[in-house]
């Protein structure tokens, strides 16, 4: 007869062998995932590059016949048509390839490089429906690829794209004010201060977001317009332009003030668009590429620029992505604390709302700048803001910090790199074995679609794969920055003392413009009069109302508190400006309520 010991000793050999096995696929899982990530982008770093250089004018293999230095969204000309160039698109494109220059890493980048940057410099001058180079036409988001104006109707302006060429060629006449190239860097500084002034004059003005559908006070355009005005004070103090140097550090820090904003502590997520009456939640990957475009390796996880490794930027991640998990067929059944396809946002209908490649990526990239910025400081933090971000893999998690030594933080950094890597596979898994990247994939079956070839979504293939590698770009200078005024989430129903979008700081209130007016296609509808907030009476520089509820246009503002001003609305068609007739409005703002102006177009 067998012992009730032997047989408890059996049982007990029985259990630690179960469970080792059940440990073992779970280990054996992340080192197969993380193999193939890495065998993926070793095999699809050189597609997506050499895709993207055919995009490029002037002999770029699908360049389209583009000038030179002009970079193509796609070669795709119909359904959809993206023959064209894009400010926003080539400065993203162009600051990874001077990131690659710069950095010592490809050294024949640099005659393209010098391509773009006179390119930029000659649209820069072209007059187009925004305006001319001083009236405004710096916010014009899109050209033809001989470098004329297009003018046809449009999501305009979109004020992003000046912020972001500013970043790019400052990234490379700080390269050649490093390497002897003081006369090259003295010209493309005439371009630099020509878009940062942009910057510094227009940034409370609203404009279209980076998806071209909403207009309001877009989080990724004050983010990237934030740093711009960082590293443009910088460059204008080396380069002896103390009053630039003054103007772009005040407009930083009204900037800062400003973009606090956004964050909701209610919802515990970004608010992408604010003063845009779109019906939208908020959740936006607008907000994730936005903290990747903003990433400083020197910052650490510092909130105020909503670094990718911050509280917020990690909470924000996880609701945006959970957003998606629920509305994709191919998203069914992954496990909520795996990466998933991801889209724009969830509201979506463009192409019957899709996954896009570049957000998927953006996902992940996200990830593995937090993964550098921790492995760098050999510790996470844990807050009550982003709890809920790291129980998705350890649900015991406390707030608190927990260094490299303790199993925590082992754990931790495992299921953060497992997600990561995650994004990457399912771009991997409905990318043609051809390698090449569209702008995105069909949400039932993962069939890409839309612009073929988008260069965008090369660009964002690289970067991704580039923070996987601890490839990090150079700082921007983002380590100890603070707002120094009171901030508050705009919209609220009593007066505040706040960084108001126009860059002053007052009592403010919410007062939210409703216009009844019948259009044409391709006729908008503007704002100006006499506070600086509406454009001190500028018809070029007019803010353009949502036709989100039309035919009534919309746009809410934060004014200062008991003051009286004037406004009209103006018509915008072909070029042409027509005013509504005489007399001017007239309000006085309240002290401390918000209100709604209902008007008719006379």
């Known amino acids: 007869m067998v012992s009730k010991a032997i047989v408890r000793l059996f049982a007990a050999i029985v259990a630690l062998s179960s469970a080792s096995a059940l440990k073992l696929p779970a280990e054996a899982e992340k080192r197969q995932l993380s193999s193939t990530v890495t065998s993926w982008a070793t095999t699809e770093s ?54 690659q220059f710069t950095a010592g890493l490809d050294s024949t980048l640099r005659t393209g490089i010098q391509n773009w940057v006179a390119s930029e410099g000659r649209l820069q001058q072209v007059s187009n429906p925004s305006g001319t180079v001083s009236t405004g036409g710096l916010g014009e988001p899109k ?90 004070a910088k460059l204008a103090t080396a380069l002896g332009d103390t009053t630039r140097a003054s103007t772009y550090t005040t407009q930083a820090g009204s900037l800062l003030c400003y973009l606090q904003n956004y964050w909701s502590s209610s919802n515990g997520y970004i608010i992408s668009n604010l003063n845009a009456n779109n019906g939208r939640t908020g959740l936006d990957t607008n907000s994730i590429l936005a903290s990747i475009h903003t990433f400083d390796p020197n910052a650490g996880c510092e909130s105020a620029t909503l670094q990718p490794c911050s509280d917020k930027a990690l909470a924000n991640h996880k609701a945006v992505v959970d957003s998606f998990r629920s509305i994709y067929s191919i998203n069914s059944g992954i496990a909520s604390n795996r990466g998933v396809a991801v889209g724009r946002y969830k509201e ?93 994939y069909t949400k039932s079956a993962g069939t890409p679609t839309s612009a073929s070839d988008l260069t965008w979504s090369y660009a964002s293939a690289l970067t991704a794969f580039n ?92 004014l200062p508190a008991s003051t009286t001003f004037q406004y009209k609305y103006i018509r915008k068609y072909n070029g042409v400006t027509t005013w509504e007739s005489d007399p001017n409005n007239s309000f006085t703002t309240p002290s401390g309520s918000s209100y709604i102006i209902n008007d008719t177009w006379r």
């Open 143 to 232: 050209f033809n690829i001989d470098e004329t104006a297009f003018t046809g109707a449009w999501g305009r302006p979109q004020r992003d794209g000046p912020a972001l060429r500013a970043i790019a060629m400052m990234r490379y006449v700080n390269w050649l004010l490093n390497n002897s190239g003081s006369t090259e860097a003295a010209t493309i500084w005439t371009y630099i201060k020509l878009d940062l002034d942009y910057v510094a004059s227009n940034w409370g003005s609203t404009g279209y977001d980076l998806w071209e559908e909403v207009s309001g006070n877009s989080f990724f355009t004050t983010a990237v317009q934030h740093r711009s005005m960082r590293e443009g």
């Open 348 to 440: 979506d209908s463009y192409y019957n709302g899709n996954p896009w490649y570049l957000c998927t990526f953006a996902a992940a990239e996200q990830l593995y700048d937090a993964l550098y910025t921790w492995n760098k400081t050999a510790s996470i933090t844990v807050t009550s803001t982003s709890l809920s971000f790291f129980q998705q893999f350890l649900s015991t998690v406390t707030a608190g910090t927990y260094a490299s030594t303790t199993t925590t933080y082992s754990t931790l950094i495992a299921g953060v790199q497992q997600m990561a890597d995650d994004f990457v596979l399912i771009n991997k898994q409905y990318t043609p074995s051809s390698g090449a990247l569209s702008e995105q």
């Open 46 to 99: 050189p597609i997506a590059k050499a895709g993207l250089l055919a995009n490029i004018g002037p002999d770029g293999a699908k360049d389209g016949g583009a000038a030179s230095g002009v970079v193509i969204a796609s070669p795709s000309t119909s359904n959809p048509d993206y023959l064209y160039t894009w400010t926003r698109d080539s400065s993203l494109v162009y600051k990874w390839i001077i990131d």
């Open 467 to 558: 923070r996987r590698a601890g490839q990090v770009p150079a700082t921007w200078n983002a380590t100890g920055l603070t707002c120094s005024s009171s901030s508050t989430t705009t919209g609220t129903a009593t007066a505040t003392t706040t960084t108001t979008a126009s860059g002053s700081t007052g009592s403010t209130v919410s007062i939210t413009f409703n216009v009844y007016a019948t259009t044409v296609w391709g006729e908008n509808i503007y704002l100006t009069g006499s506070l600086s907030q509406l454009a001190s009476w500028s018809p070029d520089n007019a803010l353009l109302l949502s036709s989100a509820n039309y035919p009534t246009w919309s746009i809410t503002l934060n």
